[in-house]
Nanobody
Framework: QVQLVESGGGSVQAGGSLRLSCAVS????????MAWFRQAPGKERERVAT???????SSEDSVKGRFTISQDNAKYTVHLQMNSLKAEDTAMYSC?????????????????WGQGTQVTVSS
């Protein structure tokens, strides 16, 4: 059974950096979209960034220039490098996969989800 396992969350001061990773375990996937979503307390879940199997990326406007999504195909791992972190980036970050379909902004279109990893940015 394919699973997504996240790592790399934590606490950091504003202006700092964190790198999140999402490893695909239990099998391989092809024809997919991988995404990072986040949800802050009292707010809707929002897409942060996506990457397709051909390497095409997209990101939410508030993180452009600060966050970079990338993938290591050999290790079936997707990363989210987060720089210049702000207090408003504080949220639970979750990795998601949409198998056999293109990327979308809609969380309910993703088939697989990781357990989530907390990111806390203090100002």
């Amino acid at each position: 059974q394919v699973q997504l396992v996240e790592s790399g969350g934590g606490s950091v001061q504003a202006g700092g950096s964190l790198r999140l990773s999402c490893a695909v375990s239990g099998g391989t996937v092809s024809g997919y979209c991988m995404a990072w979503f986040r949800q802050a307390p009292g707010k809707e879940r929002e897409r942060v960034a996506t990457i397709s199997d051909n390497g095409r990326t997209s990101s939410e406007d508030s993180v452009k220039g600060r966050f970079t999504i990338s993938q290591d195909n050999a290790k079936y791992t997707v990363h989210l490098q987060m720089n210049s972190l702000k207090a408003e980036d504080t949220a639970m970050y979750s990795c998601a996969a949409r198998l056999g379909a293109a990327c979308t902004l809609l969380a309910n279109q993703y088939n697989l989800w990781g357990q989530g990893t907390q990111v806390t940015v203090s100002s």
